[in-house]
């Protein structure tokens, strides 16, 4: 049996500080010995003890649904993408036009959940490659963002998680992320400071290079007025 030597202390300097313990989610072997209805029975208990240890009355019409409603947001929505099973298939396309030069889908809409309070992060990314011969459906660059973005996350992770993805996907090195996100674990609680946004970035490839990452920031700023 493993002993947890960490103190309360040290998991609130871990949480408040959104310290990452590794690039994939933290997973169990047996993630997936239950089925997703097994788990949000299991669940729904859960909640149903959290809400009745806070003195609430689950007899209320108004309370009486929600350890049924969380638990099938927790499973099928807002932690959906820890499922395997629900992973986005990036189908890749020759890239027969010969287009050589940066594709940029910005302003991907981005909500996810911080890993450390269960809080919202609500924000952008901005994904970025250049082909080395093979593209991918501009859809699928959003779902992908989402699919990682559906799990308990800290938002460095989320920036590598995408970029792994799409390199594994395209073939290749040249791949960016950017991501602008407000965490509600500092917007409304601790510190509460309701203006503040978190920026991370992931370059591979040629995005290291300082001209080419210019030109992808300069993509971003570009307005887009319809």
Not at 93 to 120: A, Q, R, W
Not at 175 to 185: F, Q
Not at 197 to 210: M, N, P
């Amino acid at each position: 049996m493993k002993i947890d030597s960490t103190t309360n202390e040290e998991y609130d300097d871990i949480g408040d500080n959104h310290i990452a313990s590794s690039e994939d989610t933290p997973m169990r072997e047996d993630a997936f010995a239950l089925n997703d209805e097994e788990k949000i029975q299991k669940i729904k208990g859960s909640v149903k003890e959290i809400l009745q240890t806070l003195g609430l009355d689950l007899e209320d019409d108004s309370l009486k649904g929600t350890p049924n409603r969380v638990a099938k947001m927790f499973v099928n929505e807002i932690f959906g993408g820890l499922n395997p099973e629900k992973k986005p298939k990036a189908s890749t396309f020759d890239n027969k036009y010969k287009y050589g030069e940066m594709l940029v889908e910005k302003n991907i809409t981005l909500y996810s959940t911080c890993e450390h309070h269960l809080l919202p992060i609500v924000g952008r990314a901005h994904v970025a490659y250049i082909s080395n011969g093979s593209v991918v459906g501009l859809s699928k660059m959003n779902r992908i963002v989402d699919y990682y973005a559906k799990r308990p996350q800290v938002q460095e992770r989320l920036n590598i998680q995408i970029v792994r993805e799409l390199q594994k996907a395209l073939g290749t090195e040249d791949v960016a992320c950017i991501i602008d996100a407000k965490h509600l674990c500092v917007n409304s609680r601790g510190i509460r400071d309701i203006e503040s946004s978190t920026v991370t970035a992931e370059y591979g490839g040629k995005f290291k290079e300082k001209a080419v990452r210019q030109e992808f920031l300069n993509f971003i700023k570009l307005e887009t007025n319809f």
